[in-house]
């Protein structure tokens, strides 16, 4: 786990390096905001590793599907921490979700401990997303990436001595693939939320079900339970019910 966290890292930082170095914009480095960004990095690195240490005790469709929880927890925390106003429907569309996340677990029959550890990494993120809009303020987008991923080489790298596993021929190649897949969807979600609305993007994430399902059957002869598939609905549905809305609100105040 720490040897993956590693890895997904490790491309990141010197490509958004890059990116300010072709910018020539060096001096955005001076942070404003210091402690901001050491709880995301903080909350950040303890919400991958969570996910990391769940993809090898779930499949990849239940992982993929409690992730989509995210929107609706994003939409509860901004209460508190970002002062918004939350009305009927959207607190609706959250407790919705949360019972399409019940309807996964199957508590009727048990509950897999893993899953609240899935859960808490699903909390973690989207209190990652919460900070972030508080960092974006003043902080850009390439920065707050670079500081958020040289947390986590920096901590799993200290944890490194203790837990290297040698890759074979084959690892090596997994490893790489990983990093360099993690840098280029964290680049090109950046330019995606730049040059298009939420409400256009926002959704697009749910696509990704399709692969982690087709994943689980190709690669590992797994098909998703119909709990799962019923859940994942529930929760999707609840989740763009949420993005519509915020869109449609966001809308109206520009007018």
């Not at 909350?43 to 599907?65: D, K, Y």
């Not at 897949?181 to 609305?197: D, E, G, I, N, Y």
């Amino acid at each position: 786990m720490v040897q993956i966290l590693l890895f997904r890292n490790l491309i990141t930082v010197p490509a958004m390096l890059a990116l300010l170095w072709i910018d020539g914009n060096f001096a955005a480095l001076r942070t404003h905001r210091p402690l901001m960004h050491l709880l995301h990095a903080t909350i950040g690195v303890v919400g991958i590793s969570c996910v990391i240490f769940s993809l090898g005790q779930l499949s990849l469709s239940q992982t993929v599907t409690t992730t989509y929880l995210a929107p609706l927890l994003i939409t509860a925390l901004s209460v508190p921490f970002l002062k918004e106003k939350v009305g009927l429907r959207r607190w609706s569309a959250v407790i919705i979700g949360s019972l399409g996340v019940l309807i996964m677990a199957r508590p009727d029959v048990r509950i897999e401990a893993v899953m609240f550890v899935m859960l808490f990494g699903t909390f973690c993120f989207a209190c990652i997303m919460i900070i972030r809009r508080k960092i974006l303020q003043t902080e850009s987008s390439v920065v707050t990436v670079l500081y958020f991923s040289s947390a986590g080489m920096f901590a799993s790298g200290i944890l490194m001595p203790w837990f290297w596993v040698a890759p074979n021929a084959v690892e090596w190649g997994l490893l790489i693939a990983m990093a360099t897949m993690a840098t280029f969807s964290q680049l090109t979600l950046t330019l995606a939320v730049k040059a298009a609305p939420v409400s256009i993007t926002a959704p697009l994430i749910y696509f990704a079900l399709i692969f982690a399902v087709a994943a689980d059957i190709l690669f590992w002869g797994k098909y998703p339970a119909v709990t799962t598939m019923v859940g994942a609905a529930v929760i999707i549905v609840a989740g763009l019910y949420v993005i519509y809305r915020e869109s449609n609100i966001s809308r109206n105040s520009m007018i």
